[in-house]
């Protein structure tokens, strides 16, 4: 141990020696312990302020995530739909939200849109529908462009413009469609007109035609739904393209109208069946068949078409149609379905390079599909041939028959009148643009699609609706 002598620094007289180094050793340690704490303070400074910042920004972080978790559309459609929206609130109401939010929500859209004398009720989605029927009427009118008979363009603008036209549609007799109907180039006969000789069969078909040849004319060239539907669908990962999608489609009435027995449902088919004899009977009339099987086979048309639509309808009872289509292509549907998909697809588009086999489609309800084709194709069989062959032509008259002689317009009203209790009227323009709509939804996708976006590679779509009225 060192003796305080030594510490200090005395000689052995007892004098200080080495005061003035050991106070200079002193100062520095002094100042550099004084350095050393603010440089420390200064780091600690600056620690505090990056963390501060750090934090700011996973703070910022946190909202985009939480914007993110909350779906808050930013996009240029939804902007504009909350732009509208806004426009359609009265901001005046403010102060009265929890007694009268509805007002404050719509109200200014309703001091801007007041109903018209001839509107029963005035909606935003009415409005929107308004607006695109307004702008199809436009395509409608304007030249044809593809004067090809066979195109689409061709087929609705023509339809469209002989439907407005009273002259030329309202005829005295059915003569227009019998031709069509017996006309071997497209449907070729039917079993109310073939099957007229004195002992001719009663139960078979006289004529008879594959299922592409009945189906290409009658669901492709003629715009009748039959079994099933075409219509273009977003795909399911890029809103960017669109697909071909298969459906089912074309029952007359409510699915339960064929299975149920209840005190609706029995006189719904009772007088679906009624409407369909009646209507055999006209164009049996019009056609000038007279001989005395007449009643038998209408009744039996009848009876066939039923029979087809309710079996359809109890495919679907047993597997309901969701929202949620499989991803397939024409090649494997034709397989799977024994139908030559991919060729009646080039047939209605009128283009066999817009699609190939292997172009991906999607298909709605795999096993309604699978029934149905199960019943179609059945063909050899001379019951299941008359079934098909009567069902499929029904569906053309029924689809058309408000472009026939008043007489098929009259019972067609009193059989609406049977099913839903009042009868449906409406304008000739309003009438004939949501037929060609209804008739030609593929083509009329294509026809508003092509001139409201330009060809353009990207088709955006914003859908908004408000209940105001």
Known sequence: MRSIPEIIGLDEKGVVVNAGRNRTTFQRVFFGTFIFLGVLSLALLITVIV??????????TN????????????????ISAATHQLRSADSTVASNLCKDFYTYACGGWQKTHPIQSFDVERTILGDIIDRRDME??????????????RSWEYKVKTYYTECRDDYVRVNNTASYMIALIQNPATVNGWYMFDNTAENASQEFLVKNETLYQQLSHIHGDLGNLAVFGIRTRFDEDDPTIKRLEFYPAALSMELSDYLDDGPISIPRREAFQIYIADIMKLLAKDAGITDINVEIRAVTV?????????????????????NAPI????????????FEFDRLISH???????ISKLTPIYLTNDKYFLDAFDLITELDNPLFAR??????????VATYINDLPYSYVHKHREYLSAYYGYTLHSTNEDYCTREVI?????AIQRLYTMNSTKYSNAVSTVYSYCACH
């Not at 995530?65 to 459609?77: A, D, F, M, R, S």
């Not at 009848?302 to 969701?322: M, Q």
């Not at 209804?438 to 593929?442: A, D, K, L, T, V």
Request: glycine letters at 4%; charged letters at 30%.
């Open 348 to 354: 209605e588009l009128d283009d066999p390079d817009s």
């Open 387 to 396: 079934m098909v062959h009567n069902y499929l032509r029904w569906r053309l």
């Open 302 to 322: 009848a009876g066939d078409v039923f029979s087809v639509e309710r079996y359809l309808a109890d495919s679907l009872r047993r597997n309901p149609t969701t």
């Open 438 to 442: 209804r008739r030609f939804p593929f």
């Open 327 to 338: 991803t397939t292509d024409l090649q494997n549907i034709s397989a799977h379905f024994r």
């Open 63 to 78: 909202n985009n995530k939480n914007e993110n978790k909350n779906e808050v559309c930013l996009t240029q459609g939804c």
């Open 51 to 60: 963390q501060a910042r750090n934090n700011g920004k996973n703070d910022n």
């Open 136 to 149: 199809i009427e436009r395509l409608l009118d304007s030249p044809i462009i593809r004067s090809n008979e």
